[in-house]
């Protein structure tokens, strides 16, 4: 189906382990973008890409790592996940202003 | 810290009644947007507006931007049960997009 999907929507792990959430969107829009959301913050931009092999940072992208290597991928990894890093993820994409997101992924770290 | 801040963090109205969220930022801008929440779910486009635009109406909103001010409001008017959501306006200059930290609406029927 068209859209932009997120997997998994929910994953519960360790402390220091790795986890990646996963990112595909069939538009083939150019920008990609992740954002942890957590109550009193609002949504807080964690790392955007304007192309395939251009990533750049946002507000908050200590502890996480991205890639994109394909125009629809953008995965999240979690290197060594924390208690902090507890949250729901949001991907989203953009051609041209309006941002499209998935339906997130929650994120619960132990 | 964030770009956007909206006031109220919180609004409950009847259903009928305007529901008015205000949203201010910190740097100079190219497009301000708002989006709709809904409990668990991720965010819906409502509307976008350019800096060098002041008023923007799309069915029951409307959205205004004052660029002096680094300010813009969303009226959504005669509000139903259905508009219960939290709203969030985000701001971009070259495709960083940086949201608020949302009104929570609630629509009494």
């Known amino acids: 189906d068209a859209g932009i999907t997120q997997s998994p929507r929910y994953k519960i792990t360790e402390t220091g382990r790795q986890v990646t959430l996963m990112c595909h969107q069939t538009?083939?829009?150019?920008?990609m973008f992740w954002y942890r959301q957590d109550l009193g913050h609002g949504l807080r931009l964690i790392y955007y890409?304007?192309?395939?092999?251009?990533?750049d940072k946002g507000e908050v992208p200590d502890g996480y790592v991205v890639s994109r290597s394909k125009t629809e991928n953008f995965p999240l990894t979690l290197e060594s996940a924390t208690r902090s890093q507890t949250s729901v993820y949001f991907c989203a994409s953009s051609e041209s202003g309006e941002l499209f997101f998935g339906e997130g992924s929650r994120l619960t770290v132990l | 810290s964030q770009q956007g801040e909206e006031d109220p963090q919180a609004l409950s109205i009847q259903e009928g009644e305007n529901a008015t969220m205000n949203c201010s930022y910190k740097t100079s801008i190219n497009n301000l947007q708002w989006y709709r929440q809904n409990s668990g779910r991720g965010l819906v486009h409502l509307i976008l507006?350019?800096?060098?635009?002041r008023e923007k109406h799309s069915g029951r909103l409307r959205v205004t931007l004052d660029t002096s001010k680094k300010s813009s409001s969303l009226l959504i008017t005669a509000s139903r049960a259905a508009d219960t959501a939290s709203y969030f306006c985000a701001t971009d200059k070259t495709y960083k997009y940086i949201f608020g930290t949302g009104t929570r609406l609630k629509v009494l029927a």
């Open positions: 507006i350019r800096s060098n635009e």
């Open positions: 538009w083939s829009h150019s920008y």
């Open positions: 890409s304007a192309a395939a092999d251009i990533t």
